[in-house]
Protein backbone atom coordinates (compact mmCIF):
# COMPACT_ATOMS: atom_id res chain seq x y z
CA UNK A 1 0.00 0.00 0.00
CA UNK A 2 0.83 3.55 -1.08
CA UNK A 3 1.85 6.08 2.12
CA UNK A 4 0.86 8.84 0.08
CA UNK A 5 -2.58 6.89 -1.01
CA UNK A 6 -3.06 6.19 2.35
CA UNK A 7 -2.66 9.56 3.21
CA UNK A 8 -4.79 11.66 0.91
CA UNK A 9 -7.29 8.41 1.60
CA UNK A 10 -7.85 9.74 5.26
CA UNK A 11 -7.95 13.39 4.26
CA UNK A 12 -10.28 12.56 2.14
CA UNK A 13 -12.73 10.37 4.55
CA UNK A 14 -12.40 13.08 7.22
CA UNK A 15 -13.59 15.66 5.14
CA UNK A 16 -16.52 13.60 3.57
CA UNK A 17 -17.40 12.84 7.02
CA UNK A 18 -17.39 16.61 7.77
CA UNK A 19 -19.50 17.44 4.97
CA UNK A 20 -22.09 14.92 5.57
CA UNK A 21 -22.34 16.81 8.97
CA UNK A 22 -22.28 19.93 7.17
CA UNK A 23 -24.99 18.94 4.58
CA UNK A 24 -27.15 17.70 7.70
CA UNK A 25 -27.23 20.52 9.52
CA UNK A 26 -27.64 23.20 6.30
CA UNK A 27 -30.86 20.88 5.87
CA UNK A 28 -32.35 22.26 8.92
CA UNK A 29 -31.10 25.67 8.75
CA UNK A 30 -33.65 28.54 8.22
CA UNK A 31 -31.58 31.75 8.70
CA UNK A 32 -30.44 32.85 4.71
CA UNK A 33 -27.31 33.95 5.74
CA UNK A 34 -26.25 31.26 7.90
CA UNK A 35 -27.28 29.05 5.58
CA UNK A 36 -25.46 31.19 2.92
CA UNK A 37 -22.19 30.62 4.94
CA UNK A 38 -22.59 26.68 5.22
CA UNK A 39 -22.98 26.25 1.95
CA UNK A 40 -20.37 28.38 0.75
CA UNK A 41 -18.19 25.98 3.13
CA UNK A 42 -19.41 23.02 1.82
CA UNK A 43 -18.58 23.91 -1.99
CA UNK A 44 -15.12 24.45 -0.97
CA UNK A 45 -15.20 21.23 0.72
CA UNK A 46 -16.51 19.28 -2.10
CA UNK A 47 -13.94 21.43 -4.41
CA UNK A 48 -11.41 19.88 -2.15
CA UNK A 49 -12.25 16.76 -2.05
CA UNK A 50 -12.22 16.79 -5.81
CA UNK A 51 -8.81 17.62 -5.90
CA UNK A 52 -8.35 14.88 -3.53
CA UNK A 53 -9.67 12.31 -5.34
CA UNK A 54 -7.44 13.35 -8.55
CA UNK A 55 -4.32 12.98 -6.42
CA UNK A 56 -5.56 9.44 -4.83
CA UNK A 57 -6.37 8.81 -8.96
CA UNK A 58 -3.01 9.76 -10.10
CA UNK A 59 -0.92 7.79 -7.45
CA UNK A 60 -3.28 4.60 -7.55
CA UNK A 61 -2.23 4.37 -11.66
CA UNK A 62 1.78 5.27 -10.82
CA UNK A 63 1.91 1.74 -8.80
CA UNK A 64 2.34 -1.54 -9.48
CA UNK A 65 -0.84 -4.15 -11.44
CA UNK A 66 -1.85 -5.34 -8.50
CA UNK A 67 -2.14 -2.39 -6.13
CA UNK A 68 -3.32 -0.57 -8.68
CA UNK A 69 -6.31 -2.54 -9.50
CA UNK A 70 -7.51 -2.72 -5.28
CA UNK A 71 -6.47 1.17 -5.40
CA UNK A 72 -8.62 2.16 -8.35
CA UNK A 73 -11.59 -0.22 -6.75
CA UNK A 74 -11.35 1.56 -3.61
CA UNK A 75 -11.47 4.81 -5.53
CA UNK A 76 -14.45 4.10 -7.62
CA UNK A 77 -16.36 3.94 -4.17
CA UNK A 78 -14.53 7.18 -2.82
CA UNK A 79 -16.28 8.96 -6.54
CA UNK A 80 -19.74 7.39 -6.23
CA UNK A 81 -19.64 8.75 -1.87
CA UNK A 82 -18.41 12.36 -3.38
CA UNK A 83 -21.37 12.02 -6.10
CA UNK A 84 -23.80 11.75 -3.18
CA UNK A 85 -22.52 14.69 -1.72
CA UNK A 86 -22.78 16.70 -4.82
CA UNK A 87 -26.70 15.77 -5.01
CA UNK A 88 -27.14 15.87 -1.10
CA UNK A 89 -25.49 19.53 -1.65
CA UNK A 90 -27.60 20.48 -4.71
CA UNK A 91 -31.14 19.79 -3.21
CA UNK A 92 -30.16 21.51 0.04
CA UNK A 93 -28.94 24.43 -2.19
CA UNK A 94 -32.33 24.99 -4.20
CA UNK A 95 -34.40 27.51 -3.60
CA UNK A 96 -37.48 25.07 -2.86
CA UNK A 97 -34.97 23.11 -0.24
CA UNK A 98 -37.07 23.69 2.89
CA UNK A 99 -40.48 22.78 1.76
CA UNK A 100 -39.15 19.95 -0.20
CA UNK A 101 -37.84 19.14 3.40
CA UNK A 102 -41.52 19.35 4.72
CA UNK A 103 -43.62 17.72 2.17
CA UNK A 104 -41.23 14.90 2.77
CA UNK A 105 -42.43 14.94 6.19
CA UNK A 106 -39.19 15.58 7.43
CA UNK A 107 -40.64 17.73 10.09
CA UNK A 108 -38.38 17.73 13.15
CA UNK A 109 -35.42 20.08 12.72
CA UNK A 110 -32.95 18.13 14.29
CA UNK A 111 -33.94 14.74 12.07
CA UNK A 112 -31.59 13.74 9.29
CA UNK A 113 -32.28 10.99 6.39
CA UNK A 114 -31.68 7.36 6.51
CA UNK A 115 -29.31 8.21 3.35
CA UNK A 116 -27.24 10.53 5.44
CA UNK A 117 -26.77 8.74 8.05
CA UNK A 118 -25.46 5.85 6.47
CA UNK A 119 -22.86 7.85 4.08
CA UNK A 120 -22.20 9.90 7.35
CA UNK A 121 -21.24 6.29 9.19
CA UNK A 122 -19.85 4.73 6.14
CA UNK A 123 -17.19 7.89 6.12
CA UNK A 124 -16.14 7.52 10.04
CA UNK A 125 -15.51 3.72 8.97
CA UNK A 126 -13.76 4.61 6.17
CA UNK A 127 -12.28 6.58 8.54
CA UNK A 128 -11.16 4.24 11.11
CA UNK A 129 -10.13 1.94 8.09
CA UNK A 130 -7.87 4.45 7.57
CA UNK A 131 -6.38 5.21 10.71
CA UNK A 132 -5.79 1.26 11.62
CA UNK A 133 -3.86 0.86 8.25
CA UNK A 134 -2.05 3.74 9.18
CA UNK A 135 -1.35 2.43 12.90
CA UNK A 136 -0.39 -0.79 10.95
CA UNK A 137 1.82 0.65 8.71
CA UNK A 138 3.32 2.77 11.39
CA UNK A 139 4.01 -0.37 13.66
CA UNK A 140 5.78 -2.27 10.88
CA UNK A 141 7.97 0.83 10.44
CA UNK A 142 8.59 0.49 13.88
CA UNK A 143 9.22 -3.51 14.05
CA UNK A 144 11.67 -3.00 11.28
CA UNK A 145 13.48 0.01 12.65
CA UNK A 146 13.89 -2.32 15.39
CA UNK A 147 15.37 -4.84 13.16
CA UNK A 148 17.67 -2.57 11.57
CA UNK A 149 19.02 -1.97 14.88
CA UNK A 150 19.20 -4.84 15.72
CA UNK A 151 21.30 -5.88 12.80
CA UNK A 152 23.55 -3.30 13.15
CA UNK A 153 24.46 -4.10 16.80
CA UNK A 154 25.10 -7.57 15.33
CA UNK A 155 26.95 -6.28 12.66
CA UNK A 156 29.03 -3.93 15.25
CA UNK A 157 29.70 -6.93 17.17
CA UNK A 158 30.76 -9.23 14.75
CA UNK A 159 33.24 -6.43 13.70
CA UNK A 160 34.44 -6.16 17.06
CA UNK A 161 34.68 -10.12 17.12
CA UNK A 162 36.74 -9.76 13.38
CA UNK A 163 38.90 -6.81 14.93
CA UNK A 164 39.86 -9.24 17.91
CA UNK A 165 40.49 -11.93 15.68
CA UNK A 166 42.31 -9.77 13.56
CA UNK A 167 44.60 -8.39 16.68
CA UNK A 168 45.07 -11.82 17.80
CA UNK A 169 46.42 -13.04 14.22
CA UNK A 170 49.02 -9.80 14.26
CA UNK A 171 50.05 -11.14 17.56
CA UNK A 172 50.74 -15.00 16.39
CA UNK A 173 52.23 -13.47 13.23
CA UNK A 174 54.49 -11.43 15.23
CA UNK A 175 55.37 -14.19 17.49
CA UNK A 176 56.32 -16.40 13.95
CA UNK A 177 58.48 -13.72 12.68
CA UNK A 178 60.53 -13.88 16.23
CA UNK A 179 60.57 -17.10 16.20
CA UNK A 180 61.86 -17.33 12.79
CA UNK A 181 64.73 -15.35 13.69
CA UNK A 182 65.52 -17.06 17.23
CA UNK A 183 65.91 -20.51 14.28
CA UNK A 184 67.81 -18.31 12.01
CA UNK A 185 70.23 -17.30 14.91
CA UNK A 186 70.04 -21.08 15.85
CA UNK A 187 70.80 -22.42 12.75
CA UNK A 188 74.13 -20.04 12.01
CA UNK A 189 75.47 -20.99 15.67
CA UNK A 190 75.14 -24.77 14.72
CA UNK A 191 76.44 -24.22 11.65
CA UNK A 192 79.66 -22.85 13.20
CA UNK A 193 79.89 -24.88 15.38
CA UNK A 194 80.08 -27.66 12.76
CA UNK A 195 82.64 -25.48 11.27
CA UNK A 196 84.80 -25.36 14.57
CA UNK A 197 84.62 -28.59 15.81
CA UNK A 198 85.43 -29.77 11.93
CA UNK A 199 88.20 -28.01 11.91
CA UNK A 200 89.37 -28.95 15.56
CA UNK A 201 89.57 -32.57 14.52
CA UNK A 202 91.19 -31.85 11.25
CA UNK A 203 93.83 -30.50 13.55
CA UNK A 204 93.68 -33.34 15.88
CA UNK A 205 94.13 -35.39 12.82
CA UNK A 206 96.95 -33.70 11.38
CA UNK A 207 98.52 -33.67 15.02
CA UNK A 208 98.17 -37.56 15.02
CA UNK A 209 100.11 -38.08 11.62
CA UNK A 210 103.24 -35.31 12.11
CA UNK A 211 103.37 -37.06 15.79
CA UNK A 212 103.17 -40.40 14.01
CA UNK A 213 105.85 -39.60 11.31
CA UNK A 214 107.95 -37.92 13.70
CA UNK A 215 108.22 -41.21 16.03
CA UNK A 216 108.73 -43.69 12.54
CA UNK A 217 111.53 -41.35 10.60
CA UNK A 218 113.88 -41.58 14.15
CA UNK A 219 113.79 -45.30 14.85
Same mark, same amino acid.
Given at each position: *??? &???G??? =???? %? @????? /??C????V????????????????????????????????R???????????????????????????F???????????????? *??? &??????? =??D? %? @????? /?????????????????E????????????????????????????????????????T?????????K????????????????????K????
Amino acid at each position: *MSE &VFEGYER =QYCE %L @SANLT /RKCNCASVIHDSEQKKQQLSEISSGIDEADVLIRKMDLEARSLQPGVKATLLAKLREYKADLNKLKKEFKRISSPNAHDELLESG *MTD &VHSVSAE =QRDR %L @SMSVE /RLNQSSDRIKESRKTVLETEELGISILEDLHQQRQTLLHAHNKLYDVDSAIDKSKKVLTTMSRRITKNKWIAGSVIVALVLAIILILYYKISHR
